[in-house]
């Protein structure tokens, strides 16, 4: 089965920074896209970076500047730089996967929690 295990997640202090892992196992496909999202209490799942196939990337808005996407294809994962972490940055940060078979198939991870505060 494929599985998508995050881990780096944890407290730190406004200004700090922390780099998230995914590491993929169970992969018998091409990847398409490899991405990280994220939602906070009370809000819906947003995209903060994705990495395609081709290895462009896009952010949203919100940590331009401040994060990073990176992989690497020979460990199957996919890595997110966080610098210059705000409380608005707090919240549970999810890996994902797509890939196309005719359709497009997405799998996620279980999720690790990230708390920016004093």
């Known amino acids: 089965q494929v599985q998508l295990v995050e881990s780096g997640g944890g407290l730190v202090q406004p200004g700090g920074s922390l780099r998230l892992s995914c590491a993929a196992s169970?992969?018998?496909?091409?990847?398409?896209?490899m991405g990280w999202y994220r939602q906070a209490p009370g809000k819906q799942r947003e995209l903060v970076a994705l990495i395609s196939r081709g290895g462009s990337t896009n952010y949203a808005d919100s940590v331009k500047d401040r994060f990073t996407i990176s992989r690497d294809t020979t460990k199957n994962t996919v890595y997110l730089q966080m610098n210059s972490l705000k409380l608005e940055d707090t919240a549970v940060y999810y890996c994902?996967?797509?890939?196309?078979?005719?359709?497009?198939?997405?799998?996620w991870g279980q999720g690790t929690q990230v708390t920016v505060s004093s």
């Open positions: 169970g992969i018998h496909f091409s990847i398409n896209t």
């Open positions: 994902q996967i797509t890939r196309i078979a005719g359709t497009e198939i997405t799998y």
